[in-house]
């Protein structure tokens, strides 16, 4: 499939603006407010946040997604932001995307709140067998921190491959959720308590200078069905691969 060049550049550059108009937010105020945080509190079940070491909860996600694992150095690079962050927070109440759980995310076929049939997995897996798309170049352009402590790294698809199989697949299945990312960010993590005045001024000057760099990629070739079970990944099957192949 044929993807037009122009349309791509400016697809990006609408991405790129679409990122900052949020991550940009964050930095209205002297520091996280409580409200904002609570959404990403709501994540993790309450004894771990009691006792200080985050939980995500058991919540049922069908979703689409390329990584889990990514190949090793770029999952390098995407740790040694965590750690840099981590430097700043210290103490203060944060969790972390584990190495081998970090994905992108193409659509989501069903949220926790949801029910799925096996007729309607089973129209899923006839789409994506039907997909014929190739490998792309994926490039992390810069790091963000939301309102709400999440922490996202950039991303952006070559040839615009991903945007393409998330229109697709909008197009194809009837009752794909109507709440789908508009990004193609990697989830790194939450922050998950007010961090004081001092502490949040030090993250913005971090993020400040993560906020267009690193820029580094990886290539995407295979696409993953998975079952998740525990929010982040942390509990999951992937029920089947899809592998993006160039045409001959």
Known sequence: MTIDQADNVERFGALAKAYQ???????LSGDFSEANLQTSRDLYTPESM???????????????LS?????EEFVDQLVRVQQQISAVLADSLHYWVAPANLGVEY??????????TDGQL???????????????KFSI???????????????????????????????AIPFLPARQ?????????????????????RLL??????????????????????HETRWYMEEKTVLAEYPLVRAA
């Not at 009691?50 to 919540?59: F, I, M, S």
């Open 122 to 136: 089973a129209v899923i897996r006839e789409v994506l067998g039907g997909l014929r798309y190739p490998p792309f």
């Open 141 to 171: 352009r810069g790091i963000q921190v939301n309102p709400d402590g999440c922490v996202v790294a950039k991303g952006f698809d070559g040839g615009g491959v991903l945007f393409a199989i998330r229109e697709e697949l909008k197009a």
């Open 21 to 27: 108009e949020v991550g940009d937010r964050t930095w």
């Open 181 to 201: 990312s508009g990004w193609a960010h990697v989830p790194m993590g939450r922050i998950l308590e007010p961090l004081g005045a001092e502490k949040f001024g």
């Open 50 to 64: 009691a006792a200080r070491q985050p939980r995500p909860k058991g919540l049922e996600v069908y979703a689409l």
């Open 67 to 71: 990584g889990l694992p990514f190949p």
């Open 107 to 116: 659509c989501v076929f069903k949220w926790p709140t949801e029910l799925i």
């Open 205 to 226: 000057r971090l993020a400040e200078e993560l906020k267009e760099a690193p820029v580094f990629s990886t290539d995407i070739d295979v696409l993953r069905l998975v």
